[in-house]
């Protein structure tokens, strides 16, 4: 088993910026080859934002979020990051930290591929 933490969420004004924390213990590091993070905002699905595998080799869905999201991980700590900047209204949600094992890279943006999560921090931006 593998337990994830978030934290950092909070209430920021649009343009500002916030930085998200995810801590792992249990049984890594196999379980968490792949760590990500995912959003789910008011009355929508939670989609992908973006996942780091262990060596450092990061997915983004698309162009919308990178440059303006950047994440990170230190495998000593167990630790994944998630830099967030220029936040807009539209960031505004609940943000899942993600992990799994080796078989998330088939699929990065597939939540299913992912065996544990956390509970989740709200990010909520201001306009």
């Known amino acids: 088993q593998v337990q994830l933490v978030e934290s950092g969420g909070g209430l920021v004004q649009a343009g500002g910026s916030l930085r998200l924390s995810c801590s792992a213990s249990?049984?890594?590091?196999?379980?968490?080859?792949?760590m990500g993070w995912f959003r789910q905002a008011p009355g929508k699905e939670r989609e992908f934002v973006v996942s780091?595998?262990?060596?450092?080799?990061?997915?983004y869905f698309g162009d919308s979020l990178q440059g303006r999201f950047t994440i990170s991980r230190d495998n000593a700590k167990n630790t994944v990051y998630l830099q967030m900047s220029s936040l807009k209204a539209e960031d505004t949600a609940v943000y899942y930290c993600a992990a799994g094992n080796a078989k998330a890279t088939e699929r990065w943006y597939d939540p299913v591929r992912y065996d544990y999560w956390g509970q989740g921090t709200r990010v909520t931006v201001s306009s």
């Open positions: 780091i595998s262990r060596n450092g080799y990061t997915y």
């Open positions: 249990g049984r890594t590091p196999a379980s968490t080859e792949v």
